[in-house]
């Protein structure tokens, strides 16, 4: 089964629009923005708190808790894409600047199968 490409575009796009019909804009500074991201974030660990490591991993078999894990990651990436059209941040762009950071930090001789932070090894 072939993955449907995602349409960043076409996302951010329907963001702005139901921010313009609600004239939201005016609340959505990046320093509110990166708040409601932070409550959104705390919502979506929330759905998590009492699992067990193999109840989390299971998560997709639970649909009431499958339901509003898809409502909360909704949330948090809708208000990244907010900060990010905010900002003017190229979202590709810094992904793959950030992955290279990391394969750089993370050598895989010293990282594999090692869950330390870098400054650690």
Do not use: C
């Amino acid at each position: 089964m072939g993955e449907k490409k995602m349409d960043l575009k076409k996302i951010n796009t329907e963001i702005e629009k139901l921010v313009h019909e609600r004239d939201w804009d005016q609340f959505h500074s990046v320093k509110n923005l990166s708040m409601a991201l932070s409550v959104e974030s705390s919502e979506l660990m929330e759905i998590f708190q009492w699992m067990t490591e193999e109840q989390s991993n299971n998560v997709q078999n639970d649909p009431k808790n499958l339901a509003k894990l898809e409502d909360e990651v909704a949330d948090v990436f809708v208000y990244l894409m907010r900060i990010v059209s905010k900002s003017h941040i190229n979202l590709e762009e810094v992904v793959f600047n950030k992955l290279k950071k990391n394969a750089e930090k993370y050598p895989i001789e010293k990282s594999k199968g090692n869950a330390k932070k870098y400054n650690e090894f």
